[in-house]
């Protein structure tokens, strides 16, 4: 009885002593007593199966893998004071061997990180740059202003042991500026229009001129080839038979003095 319970007691021991990593975590030892009490910031258990001592030691799990998170919507001001909204998406992930610090200085899981730490770099990131820039150069060089939060918040989040990978900004400008960009658009946009049909008529007018100018030398030409003999010979194919002509050039009554 008593081989039994000492042989349940081991199996029990090493069961509770033995922890799976899942593949895409990093394992960190904590020693629960001792003069090295706390975060074994040297010891990375790595994916598969690891023992520990249960009884002064414990085990958790960090996520390695990429992480995305779509933070709520939030504002900054502009260096001239106009009002924007930014509605972030951020995916980044813990840098290799860097989750004991990360948990020895916050003592959260990485979930709880996202929603307080670097939720507060993200907006400081914004608020940093959005201040350097007025609201027509936020227009003009929106995507040189994206690229500047992304560099600051990735040298922020590296300090700390992440790793930016992407990010979003979801940048909305205020509606005064979106009526503005708007009117301005539909005012470029008639203004090709009036354009284009300016030039449409230029282009009838020219070819009206055109036809007209080949007209007018037509008639021209048709004037001067109208010779004497040409119009007797007209005259002449188009006579009837029977209708009297008199003198050399046909005509159609004779003249009364001419007979006497």
């Known amino acids: ?13 090493f069961i509770s002593s033995c ?55 939030f504002t900054v001001n502009a260096k001239d004071g106009s009002v924007f909204i930014v509605d972030p998406t951020i995916s980044f992930y813990v840098i290799s061997g860097k989750s004991p610090f990360i948990y020895s200085k916050y003592r959260e899981d990485l979930q709880q990180i996202t929603k307080t730490t670097l939720l507060n770099y993200v907006q400081d990131a914004f608020r940093i740059q959005m201040n350097k820039y007025t609201t027509n150069e936020l227009i003009s060089n929106r995507q040189k202003f994206e690229d500047d939060v992304q560099k600051t918040l990735d040298e922020s989040m590296q300090k700390e042991g992440f790793k930016l990978e992407q990010m979003t900004s979801g940048l909305k400008y205020p509606e005064t500026i979106v009526q503005a960009i708007d009117q301005k658009n539909k005012a470029v946009q008639q203004g090709m229009q009036v354009e284009n049909e300016l030039k449409i008529a230029e282009a009838e007018a020219k070819i009206q001129l055109i036809r007209a100018e080949a007209l ?41 003095t001419d007979s006497k």
């Open 216 to 256: 007018s030398k037509a008639n021209e030409l048709r004037q001067k080839s109208l010779t004497p003999l040409l119009i007797q010979q007209q005259f002449i194919e188009k006579w009837d038979g029977k209708t009297p002509l008199y003198g050399n050039s046909p005509v159609l009554f004779k003249n009364i």
């Open 1 to 13: 009885m008593k081989a039994k319970l000492i042989i349940a007691c081991i199996v029990g021991t």
């Open 19 to 73: 922890k799976m990593i899942d593949a895409g975590y990093e394992g960190i030892l904590i020693k629960q007593y001792g003069t090295n009490k706390g975060v074994q910031k040297d010891v990375l258990l790595v994916a598969g199966r690891v023992f520990y001592n249960p009884f002064i030691e414990d085990v958790i799990q960090f996520p390695m893998f990429v992480q995305t998170i779509d933070y709520e919507a």
